[in-house]
């Protein structure tokens, strides 16, 4: 059976929401874990096949700890993360065995102008550390900067995560 492990970074709830919706989408063809990632340990990504990691976008790209500590600012009972999606993904080019490796994010629904995400922020530095993608960088709404999701995400984000995990699927058996 396939293996996923899914990791996020969320500051208000909604990125955490889409990771537990994309977990059910997935489990329909793996195995998944969904981590926030304060909570990964050592062995969390052992015989993983598939890495789904996303984070919230701030100022049009993956959290830095000054706009963690500006989202804790505007909610003062906010934990804040200790781990971000900017720091954690250099750690998968440390790893030895090939993994597929896909990314989301949440942004604000409006204004639709405003450019960059955190799931191309890091479909790119992923790609700076020549870790392919499994797919195209997914981008989830929000109303607002805090929330809540727009109508319709957690569908969206569920039939992502099955399209995703049948791909992967067949992938891997195209490899053997």
Not at 28 to 45: K, R
Not at 89 to 94: F, H, Q, R
Request: charged fraction near 25%; charge should be neutral; hydrophobic fraction near 45%.
């Amino acid at each position: 059976m396939m293996r996923t492990v899914i990791v996020y970074e969320s500051m208000f709830g909604n990125t955490r929401a889409i990771a537990e919706a994309i977990g059910e989408g997935v489990a329909e063809h793996s195995d998944v874990t969904v981590l926030n990632l304060d909570d990964i340990t050592e062995g969390a990504l052992a015989d993983v096949d598939l890495v789904v990691a996303g984070g919230p976008t701030h100022t049009f790209g993956m959290s830095r700890p000054q706009t963690r500590l500006d989202a804790a600012n505007r909610q003062p009972y906010l934990v804040t993360q200790r781990v971000s999606l900017r720091d954690w993904l250099p750690t998968l080019a440390d790893r030895e065995a090939v993994v597929d490796v896909a990314v989301f994010c949440t942004k604000a629904a409006a204004p639709r102008w405003l450019p960059g995400s955190a799931a191309h922020s890091a479909a790119r530095a992923l790609k700076h550390r020549h870790i392919g993608l499994a797919a195209k960088p997914v981008v989830f709404h929000v109303e607002g900067m805090q929330g809540p999701l727009v109508p319709g995400e957690l569908d969206r984000a569920r039939d992502w995560g099955a399209e995703l995990a049948h791909a992967t699927k067949d992938l891997k058996r195209r490899r053997r």
